[in-house]
């Protein structure tokens, strides 16, 4: 297996565009997290799915950020408009169970960059 | 929810030395203590993990320690080497549905 493949490794754009972020997870897995790391923050969970369901949006920021996962081999995290803050690095995660209790697989992550 | 604090933010040894990182947690139903390991410009890592039911840990030259009445936990490596530089984070779950929460990471550097 490849791994947690996210697409693209880097995105630059400009302040008010839209910004998404893709996911495949690996095969077999039933658990997803999308991750947004900085200096300042370090590593925060933005919304977890469980068997293609979002269980915890909590830490979504706001409603310029929504995320998907229309199946278990695809998950996309949409930011509209993108604004300078939202410059981070994005991860995406899988794991075989349900929640935070066995090892998390960690893509490569996306470094995004609003001007 | 859960909240880690991860201590020190980092930390500078001499190659064969050893280094310890601590970490406490807020929520005495977490059951499961993971350690990821960044290397730069890379993804997080798990390098050994822990559950509640194990007092200690260990992997070669890592260990993890964990006190559930203090509830702290802490990662233990011995004779250190270069490679080892990186920042390491620890976590906590409670299982079930509920998610990690990371603790703010510990920027590792072992000097040759």
């Known amino acids: 297996d490849a791994g947690v493949i996210q697409s693209p490794r880097h995105e630059v754009t400009e302040m008010g565009q839209e910004v998404t972020l893709r996911c495949k997870p690996i095969s077999g897995h039933n658990s997803l997290f999308w991750y947004r790391q900085t200096m300042m923050r370090g590593l925060e969970l933005l919304i977890y799915?469980?068997?293609?369901?979002?269980?915890?949006d909590s830490g979504m920021p706001e409603d310029r950020f929504s995320a998907k996962m229309p199946n278990a081999s695809f998950s996309t995290l949409k930011i509209q408009p993108s604004e300078p803050r939202d410059s981070a690095v994005y991860f995406c995660a899988s794991s075989v169970a349900a929640g935070g209790d066995t090892e998390a697989f960690f893509g490569q992550g996306t470094r995004l960059t609003v001007v | 929810g859960e909240n880690v604090e991860q201590h020190p933010s980092t930390l500078s040894v001499q190659e064969g030395d050893s280094a310890v990182i601590k970490c406490t947690y807020s929520?005495?139903?977490?059951?499961?203590f993971p350690w990821y390991k960044q290397e730069l410009g890379k993804r997080p890592q798990l390098i050994i993990d822990?559950?509640?039911?194990?007092g200690e840990k260990k992997d070669q030259r890592i260990a993890v320690t964990l006190n559930k009445t203090a509830k702290h936990f802490s990662l233990h490596i011995t004779e250190t080497q270069p490679e080892d530089s990186a920042v390491y984070f620890c976590a906590a779950s409670s299982g079930g549905y509920s998610t990690l929460t990371f603790g703010k990471g510990t920027m590792l550097l072992v000097s040759p």
């Open positions: 929520d005495s139903a977490s059951n499961y």
């Open positions: 822990i559950r509640s039911n194990v």
């Open positions: 799915f469980n068997n293609n369901v979002p269980i915890d």
